[in-house]
C-alpha cells in the first residue's frame, strides 16, 4: 500500500478541469487507497485512492474524490502532462501519474470488464466490475484515448466500440447514472447510450460506484454544437430570416422534444410517480424564492425583475398539485448528443453538487422541459456574444440580435408542440393532442422553472464570466414582462 503526502494531491488537485473546489481555500484531510490493479509486467501497476478534501471558507465542508494513479520506476516522459509526483515505496522512488491519461494503465480497467463477461461480475484487486450486456464481447486490444472538454469526470473511449466515465467526485450509494442508465437499457431506450456495465467497490458498508462503461456513440455531435452551429448559420446574413438562412433549428428540436417524451415516459413505467397536492407547489414556490433573494446580493442586475419573478412564484404556490417522478435533472443540450439514429440524451447524474439522496428524489418533468427551453435561448446567446465588436459588423448587431430571438423562438416552439403533443394522457398533465400552447397552470409552472434555471445561471455567469451575465438577464426581463 502506497502512502501519498497530501501536499502532493493538493497541487495536483488545482490544476485538473474536474476539481470543484478550485478557488477556495482547501486541503487534504485523508488518503485512502480504495484497490490495486497489477500491471502484466510491461506496463504500470495502478492505485485507485479516495481522496478527502476539507474547505476551510464560508461554505464549509468535505468533499470525496476519486483519483486512480499508474505508479512506474521510471520517468515516463510520453506522459508528463499528467504527472502528479513522486513517493518512496520500500525504499524506492516510484513516479505517478494520473491513469486515465495512459493507456496501459486504462488496460486493466478494460481487463477487468472482460473478465465480468460470463458471469455478469469480476472482483479484481479491491474493485468490482459489473457487466450488464453479455452480448457484446470486448476486444482486450483496444486502445483508451481519454476525452477532452469535460469538467465535473473524466471520460475516455475505447477505439469506436466504448466510453468509460470515471466519477470523480463521489459519494457512498447508487448513482443515479448507472441507475438510470441501468432501466432504460432493459427497457431497451433508444434515446440513450447503452450500458455495458460499471465498477463499484464496498467503503464502510456501503457501495461506492466509480465508473461507467457504454456505448460510444460514433455518429454523435453535441447538441450544444449542433444548435449554435445553426445559430452562426441563420446570422451569416441577418437580412434574410431564420428559414430563408437555412439555419432554422425547428425539425430538430421537434425531434428532441418526442425524445425527451418517451424518454419521461419510461421513467415513469419504471420508476415511482405519484400526485402530490398543493403543499408541493407551496414548498416549490418558496424554495425558488429563496433561490431568488440568495442571487441578489451576487447579482444586483436582477434587482428590476424581482418583484414580478416573486409573482410568478406566488403564482405557482396557488396551483392545486404537481406531478412528479424520476427525471434528468439537470438538462439542457450539453447533455444530448445527435446520432445518425436520432437524439440520445446522456448524463443523468443529476446536479454533481447535491447529494445523491436529492438527485434521486421525485421532481416534475417539466423541470426538464424548462432546463431545454433555457438552453435553445442560451445558444444564440452564446452567439450573439461571440459576434460582439467584430470589425464592420456592429451595425447589424441589432438585426442579429432580432434573427438570435427568431431562432430561439422557433426552436422552442418546435420543441415544446413535438414533446407536449407526445405525451400520453397518463402523463404530465397534457393529453396526446396537445396544443403547442400549454395550459396556464402548466405555463406558470414552466415560466417558473424558467426563471429559477435563469436565476441560477445569473449567479454562475456573475462568478466565472462576468460578460455573459447578459444572457440569463434577457431571459429575466422576457419572463417578468409576462
Known sequence: MTSIDHALLEGYLVRTRWFGGKGRPFRVTGVRELAELPGDGHGPDVGVYLVTVEYQDAEDGTELYQVPLARYEEIEDRHGHAYVGSVQVDGHERHLYDAVHDRDAMALWLRGFIAAEASGQADVGGLRFRRVSAGLALDPDLRSSPLTGEQSNSSLR??????????????????????IHDVLTGAGSEHIAELYGWIETDIDGEVLQLAMLQEFLSTAADGFELATGSVRAALVDPELTVIESGGDFGGEAARLGEALAEVHAALRERFPSERRGQEATTRLARAMAERLDSALPVVPEIGPYAARLRALYDAVAQLDGLQVQRVHGDLHLGQTLRTAHGWRIVDFE?????????????????????????????????????????????????????????WSAIAREHFLHAYTAALEPAGAGSGADAPAELSPPLRTLVDAYEADKAVYEAIYEKRNRPSWVAIPLVALERIAAG
Not at 470515471?166 to 448507472?178: E, T
Open 158 to 179: 475505447f477505439d469506436d466500440t466504448a466510453i468509460m466515465k470515471l466519477f470523480r467526485k463521489v459519494s457512498p450509494g447508487v448513482n443515479p447514472d448507472i441507475e
Open 350 to 406: 443529476g446536479e454533481p453538487g447535491r447529494p445523491f439522496a436529492e438527485r434521486t428524489m421525485l421532481d416534475s418533468p417539466w423541470r426538464d422541459v424548462a432546463g431545454m427551453l433555457r438552453s435553445f435561448s442560451y445558444a444564440p446567446g452564446v452567439v450573439e456574444m461571440s459576434l460582439v465588436g467584430r470589425p464592420g459588423e456592429d451595425e447589424q448587431q441589432e438585426l442579429r440580435g432580432e434573427r438570435a430571438k427568431e
